[in-house]
């Protein structure tokens, strides 16, 4: 197992190198840099201090530089100083190489506009996207395993069969779409109003107890965890009520009550440990896919300052410091995270042995 764990670890570097040089790579081709917006908003600027003025004189860069839109007017120094603090005077192979460097070191560098470190700025934003993935994935779980059992048990029956259109519709609604829903109906919307609207606390939440911190941190995240769990729960339930129905239908359910065993220990003595294999291991991929998945739509309608609504803001703004950086920890979380997948087959099953495999 050993073996096998450090070649799984070695695989991880090429892999996140290709994750991170083709993004690199497609960056270089997007326009609309940091250089190029700091250039236009002065350009823009300088536009309306014309228009109030009435001057209409523009002052040349003296080079005809025309790589930027929005640099007219503006002096060629000012536009290589600007391309040297952002690190653009260098090859973009040499810029790739030492912030890979960097990254090796976990040094993130600082956001271009909000003057902090990138990991302090993952940091902070860490617990609303936790919050959601952990609390969706344990709520889908509670639900689903003993839903998908029921109706492996029952297959074919009427609860069967309704229990499945709502499953289906449930997987059919968008998440954000049942997220305003839930707006709407519980949220001062056009019906009651329950729960907050926005936000993980309450503004008063440092001056709270210890008591009614938790009972307010629980009532602001019903919404949202709520939101995120409808897909995980719906794929969830079929994949258990799959995965037992594959084992009931085996040869050695058969040979069990053929020796007379009650349908009680032939269902918990040998179908539901190997129909729960898949399942069980599946929990750091299902955590992951809700923490990295629905996180930016639900942060956004609920108003959630998480890091899926981080890495969408730093796409837009091209603050390449945390969106790569982001982007550097979701890919080797995610890798990670595929191990420990992996391992958990070897813990909930010990005839599972890696390393009798060719990888």
Same mark, same amino acid.
């Given at each position: 197992?050993?073996?096998? /764990? !450090?070649?799984? &670890?070695?695989?991880? /570097? #090429?892999? &996140? !190198?290709?994750?991170? !040089? =083709?993004?690199?790579? &497609?960056? *270089?081709?997007?326009?609309?840099?940091p250089v190029e917006q700091i250039l236009a908003q002065l350009s823009e600027e300088g536009s309306a201090t014309d228009r109030i003025t009435g001057g209409g004189a523009e002052v040349a860069t003296g080079g005809g530089n025309d790589t930027y839109q929005g640099a007219r007017g503006l002096p060629e120094d000012f536009i290589k100083e600007l391309e040297a603090q952002f690190g653009f005077d260098k090859p973009p192979l040499e810029r790739f190489l030492q912030m890979i460097a960097n990254y090796a070191q976990f040094d993130f560098g600082e956001s271009y506009f909000r003057s902090i470190e990138v990991l302090d700025l =993952?940091?902070? @934003?860490?617990?609303?996207? =936790?919050?959601?993935?952990?609390?969706?994935?344990l709520l889908a779980y509670l639900i689903s395993i003993p839903? +998908?059992?029921?109706?492996?048990?029952?297959? +074919?029956?009427? $609860?069967?069969?309704?229990?499945? +259109?709502? =499953?289906?519709?449930?997987?059919? /609604?968008?998440? $954000?779409l049942f997220a305003i829903l839930l707006l709407v109906l519980f949220a001062g919307g056009s019906y009651v109003q329950w729960f907050p609207l926005r936000g993980l606390t309450s503004d008063n939440f440092d001056q709270l107890g210890w008591y009614a911190k938790i009972m307010d941190y629980l009532w602001h995240i019903v919404l949202p965890v709520t939101a995120s769990t409808i897909g995980a729960f719906a794929t969830l339930t079929?994949?258990? @009520?799959?995965?037992?129905?594959?084992?009931?239908?085996? *040869?050695?359910?058969?040979?069990?009550?053929?020796? +007379? &065993?009650?349908? *009680? @220990?032939? $269902?918990y003595g040998h179908v539901f440990r190997n129909a729960m294999l898949i399942i069980i291991a599946g929990f750091p991929g299902a955590f992951i896919g809700v923490f990295f998945g629905s996180s930016l739509i639900i942060e956004i309608v609920f108003s959630l300052d998480g890091l899926g609504r981080l890495g969408f803001e730093a796409a837009l703004n091209r603050d390449y410091p945390v969106f790569f950086g982001t982007l550097y920890i979701f890919g080797l979380m995610g890798l990670?995270?595929?191990?420990?997948?992996?391992?958990?087959?070897?813990?909930?099953? #010990?005839?599972?042995? $890696?390393?009798?495999?060719?990888?």
């Open positions: 197992m050993g073996a096998y /764990i !450090l070649r799984r &670890l070695l695989l991880m /570097i #090429p892999t &996140l !190198l290709g994750i991170m !040089l =083709i993004n690199f790579t &497609l960056i *270089q081709f997007v326009p609309g840099g =993952i940091l902070e @934003k860490m617990p609303v996207s =936790i919050t959601l993935g952990l609390w969706s994935t839903l +998908g059992i029921r109706k492996a048990v029952r297959d +074919g029956s009427r $609860f069967d069969t309704w229990s499945s +259109g709502i =499953i289906i519709a449930a997987y059919a /609604i968008p998440s $954000f079929l994949l258990t @009520k799959n995965s037992f129905l594959d084992e009931i239908n085996k *040869q050695y359910v058969m040979t069990a009550r053929a020796k +007379g &065993l009650t349908e *009680q @220990k032939v $269902f990670l995270v595929g191990l420990i997948s992996d391992l958990m087959y070897v813990v909930v099953d #010990p005839r599972i042995d $890696f390393e009798s495999r060719n990888t």
